[in-house]
């Protein structure tokens, strides 16, 4: 396999806050330079190492191919969504300037892993290496270890933030703190043992990740807080006026009041969620998110109408009704919300989605479609020439346009 880019991540750009070096590193000379300038800025940094290995591994490659390149690449200090788009940026320019048949992966194997998904989009993995840094035996002392231990968030928050909470949860509660705090470490420990802590902060970095400032979705995102907030305190009053007689009756009524705040918190994400594909030109995303909506909007239904026939409030036929009903709803959704699925089509959609060649090379985005011909226009990164193609020579797969010629 001939043009191996050799390719170093840095996720959370540790080389721009602390060397000053804005990526992407293109260069044998300049990563030397730039893991030197990181390295004398701070010489415990593990990503000076990842440079400097990534530059061995280049030269490696060197004597087998000559047309290799090796470039180190910086994501932002946010992790998540913005560290993404930026890794994904430096990318296109790096291809726009080398056209890499097969990456070979440098990494100190900690969350710059997730680049993975990123590169394999671009073109094939040939080779990965793993830097582990060899530490001195006196490092290896138990102060420094637990100094160093909580600095990292993840322990830091069970370490500081959960006692935190249950403090504050004393202060503000008195005795009644003691079942807030079996209620926290119930659901702590509830999360930990089905392993489902890992997921949740990743869909809460993502979550958060997508809420800017800059953009016109902004008090959709900051508006679905606040209604989540409002459900909380509405079942917590309802919770103070119970007189719990049936236990089990008065706790679905205690829920119920949650599920209208929860259903419009969730919709309020969701219509945030389609502003953003439209403003990051993934408008073929509209689909999904559509069905989404209705989908909340539905289980809303069947839920409280079921809460409702627990109570005795309402009769089980109205719960059959309720089934019937959401299914055909559902139903009717799927066939008007074709007219946005594009997997089949040639619609303004697919403005600004990816192209990529039949070796999964990316070679430009969409730039014009002409609905009448069937036929899209983008501008190939190589030459800055327009191309035209026809449906006939393109299909639509995972969220990018795959050429078929």
């Known amino acids: 396999m001939d043009n191996l880019l050799v390719i170093c991540v840095d996720r959370d750009n540790d080389l721009g806050k602390k060397a000053g070096v804005k990526g992407p590193v293109i260069g044998r000379e300049k990563n030397l330079e730039a893991a030197s300038k990181l390295a004398l800025a701070d010489p415990t940094e593990s990503d ?14 060197k004597k087998n191919i000559k047309t290799a390149q090796v470039v180190t690449i910086t994501g932002h200090s946010k992790a998540g969504f913005q560290s993404d788009k930026e890794l994904n940026r430096q990318i296109d320019v790096v291809l726009s300037k080398f056209k890499a048949e097969g990456f070979v992966l440098v990494t100190d194997g900690a969350e710059d892993d997730q680049i993975i998904p990123i590169l394999q989009s671009r073109a094939k993995i040939v080779s990965k290496e793993i830097v582990i840094i060899k530490q001195a035996q006196q490092i290896e002392s138990a102060f420094f270890t637990i100094k160093e231990a909580v600095k990292d968030p993840y322990i830091a928050r069970i370490v500081f933030g959960i006692p935190a909470i249950l403090l504050l949860a004393y202060f503000a509660l008195g ?28 869909t809460f970095k993502r979550g958060t990740g997508s809420i800017s400032v800059q953009r016109s979705s902004f008090p959709f995102y900051i508006g679905s807080i606040f209604i989540a907030a409002f459900g909380i305190i509405t079942a917590y009053n309802l919770y103070l006026t119970m007189q719990f007689s049936n236990p089990l009756l008065d706790s679905a009524r205690i829920i119920q009041a949650t599920y209208l705040f929860v259903a419009l918190a969730a919709l309020s994400v969701v219509i945030g969620r389609c502003i953003d594909v439209v403003h990051l030109k993934k408008a073929f995303l509209l689909r999904k998110y559509l069905l989404t909506g209705i989908s909340i909007i539905l289980f809303w239904w069947i839920l409280n109408t079921a809460t409702l026939v627990l109570l005795r409030e309402v009769d089980l036929n109205v719960f059959l009704v309720t089934i019937l009903g959401s299914f055909v709803v559902l139903l009717v959704s799927f066939r008007l919300s074709e007219v946005l699925d594009i997997r089949e089509k040639v619609t303004k959609l697919l403005i600004g989605v990816p192209i990529y060649n039949t070796n999964g090379t990316w070679i430009g985005r969409v730039k014009a479609v002409d609905n009448k011909k069937k036929s899209i226009t983008y501008i190939k990164s190589e030459t800055n020439k327009s191309i035209e193609l026809n449906n006939k020579k393109f299909f639509f797969k995972k969220g990018k346009i795959v050429l078929t010629v």
């Not at 000076?48 to 490659?61: G, L, P």
């Open 48 to 61: 000076a190492n990842s440079i400097f290995a990534a530059v061995k591994k280049f030269d490696e490659v």
């Open 175 to 202: 005795t009644m703190s003691f079942q807030i705090i079996a209620l926290v470490f119930g659901i702590y420990l509830l999360i930990k043992g089905f392993g489902i802590e890992e997921p949740l902060i990743d």
